[in-house]
């Protein structure tokens, strides 16, 4: 804390300002002008802990000693709601002749300081009265803080001793719950490795369609698995070809299904009819020759009519031919599907080697009567057994 002195200072010039400064730091500020022989003081600390202090005085206010206690006074009530413990204290008096000149400092919870300074003219004063009551306001305001940091200190000390006990009452409890915790985690970690992987197949089945699939539903995939499964082996589809995106010639549709199997087709065509086969074979270009296939690996179906259709030959020798321009399903080409299918209706539908175990026959069973179709997608998906 400065030392409260009196001295002579040469510095002062009679014909200056009565008082004159703005002192300004990081969060608060402390500014003193004279408008219309009035001097006002305003503190402001609103960065700190949004305080505000504004006094104005007129000259001959000033020259009263009860005056300047009443400001120091009203300075330290202000900022009571903000104090932990707070010194205000005059640092220093410059006499000479009959001006003075009083620095104010204060400090709040040594977080900042702040000084002032106030030049008072032509006053008649018993300088040794003000220091002496002004001493005894900075006793009085030490003691003051000096209690207020005790009791601070006490409450700390209190709270950090019951904050102990109550740990120490309440750790056997906290150990309980964790051992409970951990066995019911490692029980739960124990049962849930088959709902995990039922869960990643729901969130594959409910993705948005236009993400997965441009043709098929959630329903309907379901209802195509449980057509190919018999074994109740979970299985994911897996989009390889779309021709909207790689492109409708029968060449890229062989490129993209190397080495892949077992696989689905599916087509939509210009009268949104919806319709295509599976098979456990490769598809690619066999060069105009018929594979022989085992009838329960490979079937036609219709998405419109939830129906599988299967071959009306037991041993299935024509079950899937190929060649560089169109591929196609049965003897009789029960399903054919060309190249460019989007720009022609060569592809067509006429049941004679297959449906007959469901009851039906002829053309367009798929299309919807007619029997050629023309495509406006196709996508084919490799199941993958999980």
Known sequence: M??????????????????????????????????????QITIMLEELCQFKWMKQFTLEELQNINKIFNMFDDVEQSFQPFQKWFKSYIQNLKIKGNSMYVTFNFELDQTFQV???IQLNQCDLNWNEIISQLSQKIVNLEKKSEHQKDLLEKFQQQSNKEIEQFKESHLFQVQQVHQ????????????????????????TLLK????????????????????INKDNTQMNLELIYRA?????????????????????LVVKTTLKKRFGFY???????????????????????????????????SNNSNAFYSNSGHLALGGGHDFALYSNSIDNASSYNAFSGYGKNQGVSGRGILTGGAQNFTTIEIEIFQIKRI
């Open 2 to 39: 400065g030392s409260l002195r009196t001295e002579t200072s040469d510095s002062y010039t009679p014909n200056e300002d009565i008082f004159k400064i703005n002192y300004e730091e990081k969060g608060y500020m402390v500014l003193l002008e004279i408008n219309n022989q009035k001097l």
């Open 115 to 117: 000084q002032f300074i």
């Open 180 to 203: 409970n915790l951990q066995k019911q985690l490692q029980e739960y970690q124990q049962d849930s490795s088959t709902q995990i992987n039922l869960l990643k197949n729901e969130i």
């Open 208 to 227: 948005p369609k236009q993400k997965f699939s441009k043709i098929l539903y959630v329903d309907e995939i379901e209802m195509i698995k449980n057509w």
């Open 244 to 264: 909207s995106e790689h492109g409708f010639t029968i060449q890229k549709l062989y490129e993209r299904c190397v080495n892949r199997t077992p696989l689905i």
């Open 279 to 313: 098979t456990d074979q490769a598809i690619k270009d066999y060069g105009g020759q018929y594979l022989t296939q085992n009838p329960n690996n490979l079937f036609i179906f219709s998405l419109d009519l939830k129906q599988k259709y299967t071959s009306n030959d």
